[in-house]
């Protein structure tokens, strides 16, 4: 509709022009009047130059996000013809993988001939996820917006957003987690039991050396530890759910205060086509970060309720931390 | 409905909000919402828009200049404007700051035009002069001596006004093209500039006009392309849109890519204008480009509206005196008193006598034109020489010019040519010398020689040339003869004429205009049948070559004998028989006269076989003259007022005189409007007070029927009084018994039967009404009683 709109528009002006050339019976008016009349084939020229000689590119300044923080998704097209585009239209879809939408974002650019132009788009997400951002078409218009051409090379680009570090919805306590009913966790630092003392190496974690001891025999000692996965924590994420976010939101919380206390974990969700429980085991907030992305790249599977039984025959002896969803609100128990 | 929903929740802002919020629930995502521009291409930017104020400016300008054919100092001017323009670019980054430059240049203008006035106003007399040349070559139009120019060096007052029209049109360009890419706005203002000297078929140059366009491609470009953004202004960049299920980004346009493209456009326009300023020459253009017939029309009315425009001005009124043959381009001849000639003589006729200087031969619709060499002095001269040899009486005559310059110099009929060496002659039409003022000389001629000439050797010529008549006047002359019986051998056929002429036509120095491609002669003597003395004689002289007479339109000045006398300056100290040596001189020493436009004349003269040529007067009037006509009228106070303010500052002497006038004047008129103002508040009061004379005579006759009525209305009334008054605290019953309570004795029945008489179904009794109206009316009495004359007054003409 603006392509026709701005071709009346021209058309108006040439033809005023054109009678005023007629009328005011001037050579000066009718060399401008060709000049003028010409002037669309150089526009169209410039287009389809132009088009052909366009690349673009998608980036964020990172991979991981935080859910309600602004980010920048840059938008950059490097245009290698002669001609300036002073109109390249870009239209763009961003979609969370947990809240498919059909909305399209439509940014109009203009970039110099030989050069470079960068669009910086801020983008605030709401909801953990996936996020990809798929360019839907890019078209080019001419100068006088009559005549467009589309570039077929288009790019996807996906980036995470997780859970902002500050939130912490977990509603268990610190006093539940040491809580001698409830067996969550040994008593033991980080999950194992002390196997043995020995001399300081270099390279030995500062956490693990024995200031006590070392204090008394006026040497640096440190703690030995053996695994003892039977006795760590298990978090057990129920995701099909509408309240997915919140359930996120507490897993990443619950699972940040686990590490934060010094304790690991495993990260037990179903994922669908998976007959099995996907285990993560989590020592460290790295690890915490690699399972939100197994997290988002899964289908959330009905099948979770099962599965925890699976798991508490499993894990017969220990608390589970059960994540799940009622209604839109995400629940943390203990079963 | 749901798009409907949509379209009708775009349109509020708060439910935009509020839908936008509820979208990004629904996506998980606000985008854009902090969108803030980065400004590292805002100068760019703003030296583009600059760039396109600055085209659009100096293309308007050097394109007005160009078209018009004007010279001027384009470096000054130039310098000034891309100065002027750099500053205001660089105020556009703070609004404030822009708002405050645009004052202060406002201010600046005033202010430099009200110290620098005369500048100022010489500097756009001097433009609308120079554009005058140009519309009167098209049109070919008489010169005028044009708006006065108070300092005459155009090289400083031009380029003055210039750099001020050049400045307030940057404010206005950056304002409508600058910020906001009006591409109708500008390019109408832009282009009407230069296509006004177009109209005039003047020539701009190319360049100002591919400036001008590439500004205007560039500014189509950018409004076409509307989703980007242009404004500077980069703190606030939000500028999303909401529709459907789309989000519209607007960002500011790339500075390079701008400042790109602009170029790219420039370096096209010239490129293609250059090339087909290259293939269409102006010959080719000519030959293969016929002329619009739209604009010929309107030629026409262009041309009779700017002649009646310009006529209005005093300045452009074509001034009397000699027009050297030009006919019908003006619609007005105004006189100016101003001595011209400076004639010493003995008056020795009361007969009109007269100068001539221009001699019309070849007539065309445009005026009269002397083809010169057609045959020599020799039958002028031969006349007086014959006079001479005959010894009749001859009249010395001593001319002097004192305001008038004119190629040929002023001649008596039947001068001895012999007695003024210094004027060279080249023909009986065409003399080598000019007279200019200054000039003096005398000259003996013969007023009146009765004496026959032998004529052979220039008959035939003489016939030849002066019965030229163009075709489109003789059919219908011819046609006119025959109905007016005029023939060629009647020896009244002068008298007939002027007859004619007296009973016909108006003598008017407001002919009016002449209707463009209309011939002189046929307008005048067939539609307008108004005209002067050159109307008259031009017309003559075709009737008198139509009729197989030869003869030639004149133009010069007359003498006349009543007017001499009544402002002659006698010579004493001179010998009478120096001057005349005839029988009959009518004073008894030479005279010295001065001739001003009034005496200017145009008259026919035709040519006697055997008597060589004859003046003939033809223009009504000519025998009843009025000396009195020959002063300068009284000023109109419109005219003074005009003067006032045209020539302010030039006279100091003239202009104190002119105000005293003026506020004579002025006086008078405030008189008048006192005098109206005064009728008027006559009328006003006379009319109020038939309104209230009138609402009181209602209300007599309602009163005097004593009934119903009148209890309600005498009741209205007296509250009215007390709530006037200030007596009455409240407007009910119940107040009202209260506020009666002290003009009657038993109030509460009043009342009662009052709110019996509105209320109540049962309606009391007339006998009741009337006791009740006496009762009320008798309060009335009292309430009037206790007021003052001037409450009494009041009451009266409030209530």
New interface residues.
């Given amino acids: 509709m603006?392509k026709i709109n701005?071709f009346i528009?021209?058309l108006i002006?040439l033809l005023l022009f054109g009678f005023?050339t007629?009328?005011?019976?001037?050579?000066?008016?009718?060399?401008?009047f060709?000049?003028?009349v010409?002037?669309p084939l150089?526009?169209y020229i410039?287009m389809k130059s132009a088009a052909n000689k366009l690349t673009l590119t998608l980036s964020t300044d990172d991979m991981w996000n935080e859910k309600g923080k602004?980010l920048i998704l840059k938008l950059g097209f490097k245009n290698k013809s002669l001609?300036?585009?002073?109109?390249c239209?870009v239209?763009f879809g961003?979609?969370?993988r947990?809240?498919p939408?059909?909305?399209?974002?439509?940014?109009?650019?203009?970039?110099?001939?030989k050069?470079e132009?960068c669009?910086?788009?801020?983008?605030?997400?709401?909801?953990n996820?996936l996020?990809n951002i798929k360019i839907e078409d890019v078209e080019i218009?001419d100068?006088?917006?009559?005549f467009s051409r589309k570039n077929i090379k288009s790019s996807d680009y996906h980036f995470f957003v997780i859970p902002n570090a500050i939130s912490d919805s977990s509603e268990i306590k610190r006093s539940e987690l040491y809580s001698e009913d409830s067996l969550l966790v040994t008593k033991n630092a980080n999950g194992t039991q002390i196997d043995g003392i020995r001399d300081y190496i270099i390279g030995d974690k500062l956490k693990n050396i024995h200031w006590k001891l070392s204090a008394k025999k006026q040497d640096l000692l440190v703690k030995e530890y053996s695994d003892n996965n039977e006795e760590s924590a298990i978090l057990l994420a129920e995701l099909y759910s509408p309240a997915i976010d919140d359930i996120i939101d507490n897993v990443y919380g619950m699972g940040r205060q686990l590490l934060k206390e010094g304790y690991p974990f495993t990260l037990a969700f179903a994922a669908a086509g998976n007959e099995q429980l996907t285990k993560i085991c989590i020592t460290e907030k790295t690890g915490l970060r690699d399972s939100m992305e197994k997290i988002f790249l899964a289908y959330p599977s009905e099948n979770d309720k099962a599965s925890l039984y699976a798991l508490r025959r499993e894990y017969a002896g220990s608390g589970i931390i059960y994540i799940h969803g009622d209604k839109n609100k995400a629940v943390t128990e203990i079963v | 409905m749901k798009t409907l929903k949509k379209i009708i929740v775009l349109f509020s802002k708060r439910a935009r909000l509020k839908f936008k919020k509820d979208?990004?629930?629904?996506?998980?995502?606000?985008?854009?919402?902090?969108?803030?521009q980065?400004n590292n291409y805002a100068l760019l930017n703003l030296l583009t828009r600059s760039l396109i104020v600055l085209l659009i400016t100096l293309g308007t300008l050097d394109g007005f200049m160009s078209a018009f054919n004007i010279e001027y100092d384009m470096v000054s001017v130039f310098s000034a404007i891309i100065l002027v323009n750099i500053i205001i670019m660089l105020s556009q980054i703070n609004p404030m700051l822009r708002l405050l430059l645009y004052a202060l240049i406002i201010w600046k203008a005033i202010e430099y035009y009200s110290v620098n006035a005369d500048v100022m106003r010489s500097g756009i007399n001097a433009l609308t002069n120079m554009m005058y040349d140009l519309v009167r070559v098209k049109f070919k139009l008489p010169e005028v001596s044009g708006f006065e120019e108070i300092i005459t060096d155009r090289s400083f007052t031009v380029p003055t006004v210039l750099i001020s029209w050049g400045i307030l049109m940057l404010v206005f360009f950056w304002e409508s093209c600058g910020r906001s890419m009006n591409i109708i706005l500008t390019?109408i203002f832009s282009?009407m500039v230069p296509?006004m000297g177009?109209?005039f078929?003047g020539?701009?140059?190319?360049l100002p006009?591919?400036c001008l366009?590439s500004a205007w491609?560039i500014m189509?470009?950018?409004k076409?392309?509307g989703?980007?953004r242009f404004d500077i202004s980069a703190k606030k960049q939000q500028h999303i849109i909401q529709w459907g299920?789309?989000?519209?980004?607007?960002?500011l346009?790339?500075g390079?890519?701008?400042i790109?493209?602009a170029m790219?456009?420039i370096v096209?326009?010239s490129c293609?204008?250059g090339f087909?300023?290259a293939i269409?020459t102006?010959e080719t253009?000519n030959a293969n480009?016929p002329?619009?017939e739209?604009?010929s029309d309107t030629d026409i009315a262009v041309r009779d509206l700017m002649i009646i425009g310009f006529s209005k001005y005093k300045n452009f009124e074509i001034k009397g005196s000699i027009s050297n043959g030009q006919l019908g381009q003006y619609s007005s001849v105004s006189l100016d008193y101003e001595p011209d000639l400076e004639i010493t003589y003995l008056p020795s006729t009361f007969e009109r006598e007269y100068l001539k200087t221009f001699v019309g031969t070849d007539y065309s619709s445009s005026g009269w034109e002397t083809n010169a060499g057609i045959c020599d002095l020799g039958i002028t001269n031969k006349t007086a020489a014959e006079a001479k040899n005959a010894g009749q009486p001859f009249n010395k005559m001593r001319i002097k010019s004192v305001g008038l310059s004119v190629k040929t110099p002023f001649l008596p009929y039947y001068t001895d040519i012999s007695t003024v060496p210094e004027m060279k002659y080249i023909n009986d039409v065409s003399f080598e010398k000019k007279f200019v003022q200054g000039d003096e000389y005398e000259l003996i001629y013969y007023r009146e020689p009765d004496v026959k000439i032998d004529d052979s050797g220039y008959k035939d010529e003489i016939y030849n040339k002066y019965l030229g008549v163009p075709d489109e006047n003789r059919e219908k002359i011819t046609q006119l003869c025959s109905e007016q019986g005029w023939e060629k051998d009647d020896p009244e056929l002068e008298e007939k004429i002027a007859d004619y002429f007296e009973k016909n036509f108006k003598y008017t120095l407001k002919p009016g205009l002449v209707p463009w491609h209309t011939d002189f002669v046929n307008y005048f003597l067939f539609e307008n049948k108004e005209g002067l003395c050159a109307h008259f004689a031009t017309a003559g002289t075709l009737i008198y070559r139509c009729l197989g007479i030869p003869a030639r339109y004149v133009e010069g000045y007359a003498l006349d004998y009543p007017l001499v006398m009544d402002e002659q300056k006698i010579l004493e100290e001179e010998d009478p028989q120096n001057w005349y040596n005839g029988t009959s001189p009518l004073s008894p020493r030479p005279v010295t006269v001065e001739l001003n436009d009034f005496s200017a004349h145009g008259w026919v003269e035709i040519y006697k076989d055997g008597y060589g040529w004859v003046p003939v007067e033809l223009t009504p009037g000519a025998d009843k003259l009025d000396v009195n006509d020959n002063k300068k009228p009284d000023e109109k106070l419109s005219d003074l007022v005009v003067d006032y303010f045209m020539f302010a500052g030039k006279n100091e002497g003239e202009k104190q005189e002119k105000i005293e006038r003026i506020k004579n004047d002025t006086s008078e008129m405030v008189l008048y409007a006192v005098i109206g103002i005064v009728c008027v508040l006559i009328l006003v009061a006379f009319l109020k007070t038939a309104k209230i004379l009138l609402k009181h005579i209602k209300r007599l006759i309602v009163f005097s029927k004593k009934n119903s009525d009148s209890v309600i209305a005498m009741y209205g009334y007296i509250m009215d009084i007390l709530l006037y008054s200030k007596k009455l605290n409240g407007i009910s019953h119940k107040d009202m018994s209260k506020a009666l309570a002290a003009y009657m004795r038993s109030p509460d029945i009043v009342v009662q039967t009052v709110e019996e008489i509105l209320y109540s179904p049962e309606k009391p009794g007339s006998d009741v009404c009337e006791n009740t109206f006496i009762s009320l009316h008798g309060a009335l009495e009292k309430i009037l009683a206790e007021c003052g004359f001037v409450e009494k007054i009041r009451i009266l003409t409030k209530l």
């Fill in positions: 603006d701005n528009y021209y002006l005023c007629y009328f005011l019976h001037s050579r000066c008016l009718l060399v401008i060709v000049a003028m010409a002037f150089l526009s410039a602004e001609f300036p585009v002073i109109n239209i239209t961003v979609e969370n947990f809240y939408n059909d909305n399209d974002n439509v940014i109009s650019l203009s970039i110099p001939a050069g132009c669009a910086e788009i801020p983008i605030t997400p709401i909801y996820g996020v218009r100068y006088l917006n009559i | 979208d990004s629930k629904r996506t998980g995502f606000i985008i854009g919402e902090s969108l803030k980065k390019s282009f296509a177009l109209y078929d020539e701009p140059e190319l006009l591919i366009t491609l189509a470009s950018v076409f392309n989703k980007q299920n789309s989000q519209y980004i607007g960002r346009i790339n390079k890519a701008f790109q493209f790219l456009i096209f326009i293609m204008a087909v300023d269409i102006q253009y480009v002329e619009s739209i604009k």
